[in-house]
Nanobody, 118 residues
Framework: QVQLVESGGGLVQAGGSLRLSCVAS????????INWHRQAPGKQRELVAT???????NYADSVKGRFTISRDNAKNTVYLQMNSLKPEDTGVYYC????????????WGQGTQVTVSS
């Protein structure tokens, strides 16, 4: 079992920055990777960024160069630093932890709202 708690969302003007945090607890050594996803009103949830256990990262094209995913193993926390925010970045941001062995299991946090005003 893994529990995830997100925080750091809020209201920011276009061009501003926010840093989201995802604190994990439970079976942390079993986690293979953690993603950040987001869901805008009326739209499907989309993958934003991924960080693996070896530190490899990957980003959606829409956020490359603006967002940075990182982790602090000592704090069991994954961060999403969001710079140069745009109104289209508005949505609920969720972190997800994926365990692949002995079977694939996904855990989601409750989400944190990010609103970017123009």
């Amino acid at each position: 079992q893994v529990q995830l708690v997100e925080s750091g969302g809020g209201l920011v003007q276009a061009g501003g920055s926010l840093r989201l945090s995802c604190v994990a607890s439970g079976s942390i050594p079993s986690i293979n990777y953690i993603n950040w996803h987001r869901q805008a009103p009326g739209k499907q949830r989309e993958l934003v960024a991924t960080i693996t256990t070896d530190g490899s990262t990957n980003y959606a094209d829409s956020v490359k160069g603006r967002f940075t995913i990182s982790r602090d193993n000592a704090k069991n926390t994954v961060y999403l630093q969001m710079n140069s925010l745009k109104p289209e970045d508005t949505g609920v941001y969720y972190c997800r932890a994926v365990i692949n062995w002995p079977r694939r299991v996904e855990y989601w946090g409750q989400g944190t709202q990010v609103t970017v005003s123009s």
